[in-house]
């Protein structure tokens, strides 16, 4: 086992599918010689090149769009968007081509394609560095769509992400990109719609969403102390869902609370809960809880910022307003 952060688990699975497959491609920008605005690519270009690590022009639509066109020509394309608000630049090839290709041709046409984009939530970078995008992403048939939580998910799925015949939006956390984890030497892989169960309890299930997976965690260690045991669980990939861990979970505590730092309305939050309730209602002991960012436009300023993003404390008032 070796001890690395978030960034540098990344940044091995996609070089160790680099040097298995020659045809994996890197398409972004300042991901060269630069290594990526956080450090994620830092070191491909001086191993594998500029034909196979290729920096790209400011421009979204076009670094996603050579993608595509990569990746039905048979070389499977990784491509990274600087933040996952620039995703509004780039929905036309992920939803109109590569998410429909393969199905409009009658399976004659794959698309190994990877769109890799960070969400910079909690730092301060305002209204169009902050977003939390991933309910568009899940509401369309034919994208596979990750949020890994610590860097031995990060490794195992990024790789297992390459390999896929089809597209998937891989997407990370910028706040968790130096947190620090044990990943094992010998190569691994983690199928995609596996949850993690990252803890078992009997009184209440959290079903934490990327970053919010390590504060549901310290949640859950501080209402231990109250006498309240937390299963949490880590979806990890969101299509396909693992709705059936959390239903069989919810089977034995009877309460959920669904957390990401996404706005609330129409968020992945509210379709796990309504998964939950058409196939688990007679467990429910009480309403599904949705803990999850306020829905107004995201602040710069940290003070604000503070305000709209959930925390621990949000968790831990949130368990203990069941009266459990």
């Known amino acids: ?4 952060t978030y960034a540098q688990a990344i940044n091995a699975g996609i070089r160790e599918e680099m040097q298995r497959d020659n045809n994996v491609v890197v398409l972004g920008e300042d991901i060269g010689k630069y290594g990526g605005v956080f450090g994620v690519t830092k070191g491909l270009y001086d191993e594998f090149g500029a034909e196979r ?7 979204e639509a076009a670094i996603v769009g050579f993608g595509v066109g990569l990746a039905i020509s048979g070389k ?3 491509t990274e968007l600087e933040f996952m608000d620039f995703l509004t630049f780039c929905m036309d090839p992920i939803v109109n081509q590569a998410a429909k290709m393969r199905f409009f041709w009658g399976g004659q046409v794959e698309v190994p394609l990877v769109v890799r984009m960070p969400i910079a939530s909690t730092l301060g970078f305002g209204t169009q560095h902050s977003q939390s995008l991933e309910a568009w992403l899940m509401h369309i048939p034919g994208l596979k769509l990750v949020m890994p939580s610590d860097p031995y998910d990060a490794k195992g799925l990024v790789k297992t992400s390459i390999r896929d015949r089809n597209p998937v939006i891989f997407v990370e956390n ?10 094992p030497d010998e190569e691994y892989l983690i199928p995609l719609g596996k949850a993690n169960i990252k803890r078992t309890g009997s009184d209440l299930t959290i079903v934490a969403i990327s970053s919010m997976v390590p504060k549901a965690i310290q949640a859950a260690e501080v209402l231990a102390k109250d006498g309240i045991d937390v299963t949490v669980i880590d979806p990890r990939s969101l299509c396909p869902l693992d709705i059936e861990t959390i239903i069989e979970s919810v089977k034995q505590t009877g309460r959920l609370i669904v957390s990401h730092v996404a706005h609330k309305t129409g968020g992945v939050g509210a379709e796990i809960a309504q998964q939950v309730t ?3 209602f007679d467990y429910l002991d009480a309403p599904v809880m949705r803990v999850a960012a306020k829905d107004v436009p995201i602040a710069a300023s940290q003070v604000l910022e503070a305000a709209i993003f959930p925390d621990v ?8 307003s069941f009266s459990i």
Do not use: F, H, W
Not at 313 to 320: E, F, R, V
């Open 174 to 183: 910028i706040s968790l990109y130096a947190t620090k984890g044990e990943v």
């Open 76 to 78: 499977p394309a990784i």
């Open 278 to 280: 058409e196939q688990a």
């Open 1 to 4: 086992m070796t001890e690395l």
């Open 53 to 59: 690590v290729r920096d790209c022009p400011l421009n």
């Open 313 to 320: 404390k949000d968790l831990i008032d949130a368990s203990k």
